[in-house]
């Protein structure tokens, strides 16, 4: 096995390790955590198919190390005061709506920037269904990854990280609530669509 099998080995493993955290996330009702995961795992698995045994993997190419240190040395010196940082990561996550998808704007700490996440309209209409169903009769929510995936109307399965995202929000509206130290439960099921209606007219459309 030469050393770009052996890389594209160590990239597969990390991709499984990765989606057993989105479950372990997902089980302790860290959605927006299960988002973030899904998407790395993501990022590892097109990365494991770029690698070739022959040689030919697509890499982006690296700066010399001198521009990497002068990159951060420019950084470091336009960086603002502690302070607004933390205001700027006080005030995300922030929902949007955008061309009739649900937006979730983020800040990533280690890029130091936003990221955006988003989700079409028709998942969140699935997600609130769910929700009716999956809930049981003492409110509680049964855990997503007992019903995940879902399916849009056309029969076509949604990925997992567009419900997480959908289900993020209903928890920011008021909709799904904490429950204990590890779930969520859906206290009030009636007038869901409306209420969802209600909020989605609510946000700011870019």
């Known amino acids: 096995m030469n050393r770009l099998q052996k890389a594209r080995k160590s990239l597969d493993s990390a991709e499984s390790s990765i989606r057993t955290l989105v479950a372990d996330a997902a089980n302790a009702g860290d959605y927006d955590e299960a ?23 697509e890499a982006a190419q690296l700066s010399p190390p001198e521009t990497k240190k002068r990159a951060t040395h420019e950084q470091e010196g336009s960086a603002k005061p502690r302070s607004t940082k933390k205001s700027k990561r006080r005030s995300y996550p922030r929902f949007i709506q955008s061309n009739g998808d649900l937006v979730k704007v983020g800040w990533s700490k280690s890029a130091s920037k936003e990221y955006q996440h988003k989700a079409p309209r028709e998942v969140l209409s699935a997600v609130s269904n769910a929700l009716k169903v999956q809930r049981m009769d003492d409110g509680v929510l049964r855990p997503p990854q007992e019903f995940l995936p879902l399916s849009n109307v056309s029969g076509e399965q949604i990925p997992d990280y567009q419900s997480y995202l959908c289900i993020a929000w209903l928890r920011e509206i008021g909709i799904v609530e904490r429950h204990g130290r590890h779930g969520y439960s859906v206290p009030d099921p009636s007038n869901i669509e409306d209420r969802i209606a209600n909020a989605w007219e609510q946000l700011s459309n870019v």
């Open 35 to 57: 988002v973030n995961l899904t998407n790395l795992a993501k990022t590892l698995a097109n990365l494991a198919k770029s690698v070739t045994p022959n040689g030919g993997e």
